[in-house]
């Protein structure tokens, strides 16, 4: 397909290793359609987060082609933005300087910019606060609005909830929808978080390990905002956990929804 915003091919990635070379990605073709969110699952080792950031140009050691807006990526830049399963916030610095980040909040524009997103991830009133007086869940909005701050073409969110309890995961999910459905954003979700791959992607990549390759994409076909409990819900989670159990593995953690 033509006029995809990310387009993947013949992408391989090999590690070299004391114990010989593990074989990270193998053959992987995705391409991403500039607005869409796909959520990409598989367990531990299959080769997600490889994948992630090589998308970040985090990692430019690979074979294959990998194109962002149609041009090779070369390394990290602010159309990507990246959300790792800690937010990583800057601990002497207040929400607003940490979602400024190197940018001052002096110019009007950045603090206008600064101003909206606290909005969008419903932090209005901690503008000052800093990380270590707030929540999990809060630090990671501001993680979120940290790397919206900069309009990036594509958002790569690695696990982003993974450390969450299950309510304040479920809060965020749809705060990213939110996110998603006002800004537009392209978005490529890691998770192992069965629900949470059906619960937000209009397709789920899903991913098995030795060597870490697709096995299959699944289209999602339900409206937003979806009902977990729904008859519907169920039977596409019941298709992407059918994938898993062609597979020879014992069967890890998929689990663990809402
Ligand atoms: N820096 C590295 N050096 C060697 N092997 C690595 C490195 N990073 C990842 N791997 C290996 O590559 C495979 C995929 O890892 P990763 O992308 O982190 O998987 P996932 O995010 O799905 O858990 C695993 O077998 C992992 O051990
Ligand atoms: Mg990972």
């Not at 074989?23 to 299959?46: D, F, H, M």
């Given at each position: ?169 479920s ?23 069965l629900d949470?791959?059906v619960f937000l ?19 999602i076909d339900l409206p937003f905002l979806r009902k977990r409990s729904g008859s519907a819900f169920q039977e596409m989670r019941r298709l992407v ?16 929804g809402i």
């Amino acid at each position: 397909m033509s006029g995809d915003m990310l387009m993947i091919s013949d992408l391989n990635k090999t590690f070299v290793a004391p114990v010989g070379e593990i074989i990270a990605l193998n053959n992987i073709q995705l391409n991403v359609r500039k607005g869409e969110l796909v959520t990409i699952i598989g367990p531990s080792g299959c080769g997600k987060s490889t994948l992630l950031k090589i998308v970040a140009g985090l990692d430019t050691q690979y074979t294959g082609t990998v194109l962002l807006n149609g041009k090779p990526i070369v390394g990290p830049s602010i159309e990507k933005g990246f959300i790792f399963q800690e937010p990583r916030l800057f601990p002497w610095l207040t929400v607003e300087k940490n979602i400024a980040a190197n940018l001052s909040l002096r110019d009007v524009n950045v603090r206008r910019k600064v101003e909206e997103l606290i909005d969008l991830v419903r932090l209005k009133g901690f503008e000052k606060s800093y990380p270590r007086e707030l929540s999990g869940g809060m630090a990671q909005r501001v993680a979120i609005a940290r790397a919206l701050l900069r309009n990036p073409d594509v958002l790569l969110l690695d696990e982003p909830f993974g450390a969450l309890d299950a309510f304040t995961r479920s809060h965020l999910q749809e705060v990213l929808l939110d996110i998603w459905q006002r800004n537009g954003t392209t978005m490529l979700f890691v998770t192992h978080d069965l629900d949470e791959a059906v619960f937000l992607g209009e397709r789920v990549v899903i991913m098995n390990p030795h060597p870490g390759h697709i096995r299959s994409i699944l289209s999602i076909d339900l409206p937003f905002l979806r009902k977990r409990s729904g008859s519907a819900f169920q039977e596409m989670r019941r298709l992407v956990l059918n994938e898993f159990e062609k597979v020879d593995e014992p069967l890890y953690d998929v689990g663990g929804g809402i």
